[in-house]
T-cell receptor, first 111, second 115 residues
């Protein structure tokens, strides 16, 4: 069955430090991959998506993600984290007409 | 342009009560979805619909029913609520077309507590 694994439940980084959130997927065909962010008490906002082509994808709010087929990974990165980035981040894979989500990673930012 | 609207936003039910959550979208999207979100489990698909009059089971359908009588509305029903159904429920919709339009629009969620 298709699945998405986010190995880190919680991550704490200092403001201004770099960030990498890990995502691994299990899916036989070429995946459609997404990263969403959810602030406390809010809905989901799309950060970026990958369908094909350039494996480095730029998103909103200064985020980027790199698709690595050989590692079945789609890790999210940001060079310098801001306090406002504290939120929960979800990786998801498009399977047919459905989205399958990972369990999420909660990001805490230290000032 | 409202996008996806969920009502109500909050609800407290007693065990055994029934209720219906409404999802409405104004984007003429064919596909609509109901997810539940629980701590440490991400979002899990309950039911979905690929068009007016159609419904299909997702990953966690037990205890829920759905209906898609109109294209713009997708209803999620709980016939006899249980504490295990305490969760945040999200509705989403998606249009059809070029694969690069593979975008989902999410509602703001309904927080349901069953006591």
């Amino acid at each position: 069955a298709q699945s998405v694994t986010q190995p880190d439940i919680h991550i704490t980084v200092s403001e201004g430090a770099s960030l990498e959130l890990r995502c691994n997927y299990s899916y036989g065909a070429t995946p459609y991959l997404f990263w969403y962010v959810q602030s406390p008490g809010q809905g989901l906002q799309l950060l970026l998506k990958y369908f094909s082509g350039d494996t480095l994808v730029q998103g909103i709010k200064g985020f980027e993600a790199e698709f690595k087929r050989s590692q079945s990974s789609f890790n999210l990165r940001k060079p310098s984290v801001h306090w406002s980035d504290a939120a929960e981040y979800f990786c998801a894979v498009g399977v047919g007409d459905k989205l399958v989500f990972g369990a999420g990673t909660i990001l805490r930012v230290k000032s | 342009n409202a996008g996806v609207t969920q009502t109500p936003k909050f609800r407290v039910l007693k065990t055994g009560q029934s209720m219906t959550l409404l999802c409405a979208q104004d984007m003429n999207h064919e596909y609509m979805y109901w997810y539940r979100q629980d701590p440490g489990m991400g979002l899990r698909l309950i039911h979905y619909s690929v068009g007016e009059g159609t419904t299909a089971k997702g990953e966690v359908p037990d205890g829920y029913n759905v209906s898609r009588l109109k294209k713009q509305n997708f209803l999620l029903g709980l016939e006899s609520a249980a504490p295990s159904q305490t969760s945040v429920y999200f509705c989403a919709s998606k249009g059809v077309g070029a694969i690069t339009n593979y975008g989902y629009t999410f509602g703001s969620g309904t927080r349901l507590t069953v006591v």
